[in-house]
């Protein structure tokens, strides 16, 4: 008898049984070859979705910062002043 069944399917077109598992496939996938063997990469895929909103927090905090020292890079005509690409700031902690 036919029935139903849902899968997800990765990037690379290959099936799977729930939408984490295709997820982790493409994170795999993004990550290339990980450790001699390539056998780590699944598990750095499996860690990088569970901390996923840590890592986004991360990344946001990392681009809040770029954004405040390009908006006090100087603004002359024709010059370019060197300013470095990141800074150290100190966020709600004691120096």
Known sequence: MANECIAYRDSKGGL???????????????????????????????????KRAEIERVFAEHDAIIASADSRRPEEAGASAPVPSAQIHVVNGAA
Do not use: N, Q, Y
Not at 21 to 43: Q, S
């Open 16 to 50: 799977h049984g729930t939408a984490e598992k295709a997820t982790l496939e493409d994170l795999a996938a993004v990550l290339g070859r990980v450790g001699d063997e390539g056998g780590m990469t699944a598990g750095v895929a499996r860690m990088i979705f569970d």
